[in-house]
Every structure is written in C-alpha cells, then in structure tokens.
C-alpha cells in the first residue's frame, strides 16, 4: 500500500468532500437511460459552494447527460454545486482518479455490467461511497465524460461511477495524496481514468 504525496488543495476541499460522504435517502430516482450530449436537456443550473477548485474551464454544454445528472469535460466554476473528477500521476501507482483531491476505488465485489455496489453496512464506514446529489453536476478532467455516471444504492444515494464501476473514498486516506486503500485484501483497487484497476494490466 502507497502514501502519496502530490498535491495540497485548499483545506475547504475536504470540508466540502464531507457532503459527498453523507447518505442520501430516496434522491436518486434511479438512473435513466443514458444519452449524449446532442441529445440531452437543457443544463440545469448549478449553485451553491463545493469542492470545485479556483479554475473555471468547462464546456458550454454537458458532455453527457444521465437523467438529472449533467457531466461537463473541464474544471468546475468557483463556487458551484458539483463533484470535480481529475486524474493524479505518480511513478509509484501511476494515473489515478481523484474526488475532491481524494483518490477513489473500486471494489472487485461489485459488477460494472449493470452497475451495481455491493459495499453495505461495516464496509460503508470505511469505504464511503463517492455520492452525486440531486442538483449537482459532475466535472471531469482526464477521464472521458462518456465513462461517468451514476448508479442508485440500496439507501437511495446516487453513487458515482467510473465505466459502470461504483467508486468509493477510503476512511483511512486523510490527506490528499493518501492512497493507503490500494490492494486492500486484494479486491480494492484505485481507478484509472478509464476505469480500470491501478497495478492491474
């Protein structure tokens, strides 16, 4: 297992990531047939303080759209209600994706193909799931919007994912940087930005 030191984003970052660890009962209304961007709904407007960081790049409109939810390619504007997706590099791990400047896994346990989390109970308290709530939006910056979207847990919470896979914080990782979560019992994994297994060819 690796920690690893990269990056030091404002200390609000994780201020703001504590909203995505909160449990959401009945917000999903799970997940509508997925559709690009040619043929989505117009954008809802997004509001309210996250973790976005100062940059403000992003698309005019959604690179994709999953019923409510609006994905947009770029960095997310200052001060908007969104979950911000990026990628961390390090000779040690490789490419990873972050969550609020918090690597994120995947879990050998759940499927991808349907989506579906299989982490419940005990195994939620040390790996909370990386949650999109009702009126946010999902920026992303080195992962591919087409691979991100969303998928309803058992409580109701919209839990995010990476090419179908549920992603997840680890409760030990409480830095950025941190990915103590890699390998643990050999069936969790960080993500790479296409979805994969860090480590795994």
């Known amino acids: 297992m690796l920690s690893i030191k990269r990056f030091q984003p404002a200390a609000g970052s994780f201020a703001a990531a504590s909203v995505l660890l909160a449990g959401l009962l009945g917000a999903c209304g799970g997940p509508a047939p997925e559709r690009p961007a040619s043929a989505a709904a117009p954008p809802v407007a997004v509001s309210a303080a996250a973790q976005a960081p100062a940059a403000t790049t992003q698309s005019e409109a959604p690179a ?21 997706l990026a990628v961390a590099d390090n000779a040690a791990a490789g490419q990873h994706v972050t969550a609020a400047g918090r ?25 909370p799931p990386v949650l999109a709530q009702r009126g946010q939006a999902i920026y992303v910056t080195g992962v591919d919007p087409q691979l991100v979207g969303f998928v309803e847990r058992a409580d109701g919470a919209c839990q995010v994912t ?29 993500v790479t930005p296409i979805g994969g297994k860090v480590g795994v060819n």
């Open 162 to 190: 990476i090419a179908g896979w549920p992603v997840y914080f680890f409760a030990a990782d409480t830095k950025p940087g941190d990915l103590l979560g890699q390998g643990v019992g050999r069936v969790w994994h960080a």
């Open 64 to 84: 994709k759209t999953q019923g409510w939810l609006k994905i947009y390619h770029g960095t997310a504007p200052t001060g908007a209600n969104a979950v911000q």
């Open 103 to 127: 690597a994120v896994y995947r879990f050998d346990k759940d499927t991808a193909r349907p989506p579906a989390s299989n982490c419940a109970g005990d195994c939620v308290a040390k790996w």
